[in-house]
């Protein structure tokens, strides 16, 4: 179920303005925020599920201010379907954090890999220099540093596989 089904759901009242009517339904601003974190691909996940958390709060909270009327019967239902949709998007959002998780995975041979190690190597160099070491010298750490990256990368790629569980 979509957060506009879920908007699309909310109880019909005698309030003014549709945002007074979902706060008076229990529903508030943060589900725009949860909205907004959900498009951002470095959300943080604690925060997203705690603003989750809050939300099913806020509908518990209401249906237990609820007289139980025959319409509001309808109403608890609704905010039931609620609170199932609010636990399918914490489930999803597990889902995708894990997801997530499983597929940060190293382009060894792509463009932002080769731009980090090229720009830490600089930053190599630079300090060989600053440090007083002559044009031979340099020449000699870095031909070893070279030889040490080549023997031990293959290593260094099995051991980023391994870190990923």
């Not at 599920?49 to 709060?57: D, G, P, S």
């Not at 600053?130 to 031990?152: C, K, P």
Request: hydrophobic share 40%; proline share 3%.
């Amino acid at each position: 179920m979509s957060i506009e089904v879920l908007d699309a759901s909310i109880p019909q009242g005698q309030s003014e303005s549709p945002e007074e009517e979902k706060v008076q339904a229990g529903w508030g601003p943060s589900l725009d925020v949860i909205c907004a974190k959900l498009k951002n691909p470095d959300y943080e996940v604690c925060e997203l599920m705690r603003l989750v958390t809050v939300e099913i709060a806020k509908v518990v909270w209401h249906v237990l201010s609820l007289g139980f009327t025959v319409e509001e019967v309808h109403i608890i239902r609704r905010l039931g379907e609620g609170i199932k949709a609010l636990r399918e998007l914490r489930h999803s959002i597990m889902d995708a954090e894990s997801l997530r998780k499983r597929t940060d995975v190293i382009n060894w041979h792509g463009e932002a890999i080769k731009h980090v190690w090229s720009t830490q190597f600089s930053w190599f160099v630079k300090a060989l220099k600053e440090s007083g070491f002559d044009d031979g010298q340099r020449n000699v750490v870095m031909r070893s540093y070279r030889d040490l990256a080549l023997m031990n990368e293959p290593q260094l790629h099995r051991e980023t596989e391994a870190s990923r569980g």
